[in-house]
């Protein structure tokens, strides 16, 4: 409701149709956009579209109700997001900031918020008031779905035997709260290290877009395995230009949060091995081809054009082609690197037809890719997470 109502307010009290043209178009360059994609948050903003995909087995319908939800809610922020940016630049008061007009830039460097200041100069402060609240509620009710899904797929991992097997437990109400208290604890350390809410959005952002580059490949890999009925249409010709999309997101980043990401994405690694083991299974050679995947993204964004962080040996846009073309190379190598053999359990699921149920969505680590114990659906062998389970041990 506070975005609409920011969005009507700007849209009719303090319209600044000249901020359309000042400064011209893209004043920070094609580059500027591409890092505002990534860097700049926006992929963060349209990462609601995972909770149905992670919640699917709890779903009726889902190989019809997950596909809607994710349609849906993509739409949804499309237009929110959008006339909210359009809303920012209408309102902005170059004269009121202190700012020469076009100095785009320098809204960064704004105390609080570029939107906040922005209407706060217009007088409006009981909608300034309401932003405010609004900036700490959203959060709050975003977080409790985020730690719903979360311990969800901590349970799934606990059962697929990828964490401890104290975790794989429900209480009387049929909810994970052991998974639940790790989902805190682990949250609560992850914020540790970072002195802004910023970086913290940025570092965050780019862990989701790693998993994001294993679904195109697990899709086309697990498809063979489940109804053929809901079979994405066009699914080969998409998932290669998905995977290629979500390794720009990785780039546009820039170095060196690309180092960041990566480098707390590998700390995953330790764990996957040792519960591997643990299980009977030994090495890890169905993911040997995201290892060095992730080797070469790093390479290439050190080495990239210094508008993204790099060195400038590979000047743009010559780098997003190389992203490019290395992305269908890993794809081709991960797709010949996929098991040739998935257990039961997965064929019986009933979510295994529908091909918006990728590793993520049971809470497979990163280093997990493409390994048939992980991607067996466990967690939707089970009907209705939360309520006890007479499938529970």
Sequence with gaps: MVPALTIAFVFTLHFNAANLETGGFAPEGFAGILM??????????????????????????????????????????????????????????????????????????????????????????????????????????????????????????????????????????????????????????????????????????????????????????????????????????IAPLAFAVASLLLYWFCWPYTLYVVVLAMLSLPLYMYYRFKNGKKGIRSATWFLVYLAGMLLISWLGSKQFGGLGLIQFPLDQVIVVVSSFGFYAWGLKSGTPSVPQSFVSSPLSGFEGFSPRSVGMPVFGLLNPELNSGAAGQHEGFYKPLASQP
């Design 36 to 237: 505002a994609v990534s860097a700049g948050g926006i992929v963060s903003a349209y990462s609601g579209f995972r909770q149905p995909v992670d919640m699917a087995a709890e779903a009726k319908h889902a190989d019809r109700d997950v596909s809607r939800a994710i349609i849906y809610s993509m739409l949804i922020s499309i237009v929110l997001y959008t006339l909210i940016g359009l809303a920012f630049v209408l309102a902005i008061n170059w004269r009121l900031l202190g700012l020469n007009p076009g100095s785009w830039s320098a809204l960064t460097a704004l105390k609080s918020s570029p939107l906040i200041d922005a209407v706060a100069l217009t007088g409006a402060f009981g909608l300034l008031t309401l932003m405010l609240l609004d900036s700490v509620y959203s959060p709050m009710g975003e977080s409790s779905v985020y730690f719903t899904t979360s311990s969800r797929l901590g349970f799934a991992m606990a059962e697929q035997g990828y964490f401890p097997s104290f975790l794989y437990d429900l209480n009387d109400k049929g909810v994970p709260t052991k998974a639940l208290l790790l989902s805190l604890i682990l949250g609560a350390v992850f914020i540790l290290p970072f002195p802004s809410w910023y970086q913290m959005v940025e570092v965050a952002s780019g862990l989701t877009v790693i998993t994001y580059a294993s679904g195109p490949v697990s899709m086309i890999v697990l498809r063979g395995y489940g109804r053929k009925s809901h079979r994405l249409k066009g699914g080969r010709l």
